[in-house]
């Protein structure tokens, strides 16, 4: 009973995963949560500039959220307002932070590879595709590690291949003379007429 209540909680999971290729407003909505991932790979220490673009990925899927409800005069589940509001407040506050520079708090509000899973993991719930129950939330909280792990591959593989491409001369690249980078560089001087 057990083992098959995580099975079909992953299974579920996992089928979430194509989930917003169904549609393109679906992929839309979901871009600055597929950008924060792709950059979170790239730049994986957190700033004061991985704060505020935590924050304003946050802020941005909260707002679309409460949008879509309002716009659409949806009747939405209580549960899926407060989550809404809860990305719309961490956004702001990561916003703030990142801007005040609090370095203390950083490590709160500049994972952008947590809020990412966070946001894909709610967005079916959030559109009403799902409703959220035990089994969504054991798979969310299950998920977690294996996802962190393909992302952490992902960022190292992605990190390795920028190195390669910056340490690899281009063939338009200047070449490296000692007697050229002895000489003494003169400013420019405007000349009167």
Known sequence: MVVEFIGDSLLLWVSLLPFPF???????????????????????????????????????????????????????????WI??????????????????????????????????????????????????????LFAILIAFIPFMIVLGILSFVFRKILRTDESTPSSSSFPSNKRFNKIKQVPFRKKKF
């Open 22 to 80: 169904t549609n393109f407003v679906l992929l839309w909505t979901m871009f600055p949560a597929y950008l924060n991932g792709f950059l979170s790979s790239l730049y994986s220490k957190p700033s004061n500039s991985s704060a505020v673009f935590a924050g304003v990925v946050a802020w941005w899927a909260g707002a679309d959220w409460i949008r879509s409800y309002l716009e659409m005069r949806v009747f939405a589940e209580q549960i899926n």
């Open 83 to 136: 989550i809404a509001i809860l990305f719309c407040v961490y956004g702001f506050i990561a916003i703030i932070i990142g801007v005040t520079k609090k370095e203390k708090l950083y490590f709160i509000f500049g994972k952008r590879d947590i809020l990412t899973y966070l946001i894909l993991s709610f967005y079916p719930v959030q559109i009403g595709y799902l409703k959220l129950g035990e089994e969504l």
